[in-house]
């Protein structure tokens, strides 16, 4: 790294911590690389292009420095392109408060005797970022009904039995689909979907508001593109909450891919996914 010091490496990943300490989901990765900017300093030198990638030189620091602290088990990087410090990375970062000196750390944790693995990490790494990228837009570009339709389609590959959607006209009210685990409803009790297709994420006070309609044999599944606020990320997991189930769009997804050889083939249509194949093993 030309004109890049271990100081300077330090510094870029000291602002990656800090946009991710406070927060305990993470942040996908795209974003953290367009805050850089804003948040520190760049010479042109990090703002330029470094061939082959054709990417911004500070982008291609910040992913390699980050590199080490996720062998380390510091940092996770999962296949949306969201990165989170895990707990012993926070410990990590009380342990050497100098950038520098954590950078140093984990790279001697760090494999370094395959020099070919770290361009194939960040490789792979692009590749799921890119692809969470594009699936995201797809589901985001689908309108209520497109959408509710995909649910109702994930819903059926899992066993479930839809006895009730939402009549097109319906704009208001709290439940959209309606479902039992069995063809006769004799099995447990109802499950009740809400699907919010919307920017916004929900709130506590629109939880409740779900919440209210459920009755005693009745479960509640709320599935919103827009995710949820944090302290509806709190109460969900307490005991007043039992009954409801929450599904982000990553969430959403993943429950696609699971069950998507029991979708049928035109349900695959709606979402149709192709399985891309990567070196693995260089760990």
């Not at 082959?52 to 996720?70: C, F, G, K, Q």
């Not at 380390?72 to 950038?99: H, M, Q, S, Y």
């Not at 006895?163 to 099995?187: N, Q, T």
Request: hydrophobic share 40%; aromatic share 8%.
């Amino acid at each position: 790294m030309t004109e890049i010091t271990l100081s300077r490496i330090g510094e870029l990943l000291r602002s990656v911590l800090e946009l991710l300490w406070n927060k305990p989901d993470g942040l996908p990765a795209r974003e953290i690389i367009a805050i850089l900017p804003e948040i520190t300093q760049l010479s042109e030198y990090e703002k330029g292009y470094a061939p082959p990638s054709n990417i911004p030189r500070y982008e291609r620091i910040a992913r390699l420095a980050t590199l080490p602290l996720v062998r380390a088990g510091w940092l996770v990087k999962n296949d949306k392109g969201r990165w989170i410090i895990t707990e012993k990375g926070r410990i990590a970062c009380r342990k050497f408060p100098n950038a520098s000196e954590l950078y140093q750390e984990a790279s001697k944790i760090y494999e370094q005797d395959r020099q070919h693995a770290p361009a194939a990490w960040m490789a792979l790494e692009e590749a799921q970022e890119n692809a969470w990228d594009q699936i995201n837009k797809f589901l985001k570009s689908k309108n209520r009904r497109e959408f509710q339709e995909i649910v109702v389609e994930l819903l059926k590959a899992m066993g479930y039995h839809i006895v009730w959607i939402a009549p097109l006209e319906k704009e208001r009210g709290h439940v959209d689909i309606v479902a039992h685990v069995d063809p006769l409803g004799a099995k447990g009790g109802r499950i009740l979907v809400q699907v919010s297709h919307k920017e916004q994420m929900i709130s506590l006070e629109h939880l409740n508001s779900f919440v209210a309609v459920l009755g005693d044999n009745d479960f509640g599944l709320l599935i919103s593109s827009g995710g949820y606020a944090n302290d509806v990320k709190d109460k969900i997991e307490t005991d007043a909450y039992h009954k409801m189930t929450l599904l982000d769009l990553e969430a959403f997804f993943d429950l696609w891919v699971t069950y998507y050889d029991q979708l049928s083939p035109e349900a695959r249509n709606s979402l149709p996914l192709k399985p891309v194949q990567f070196l693995h093993g260089l760990d």
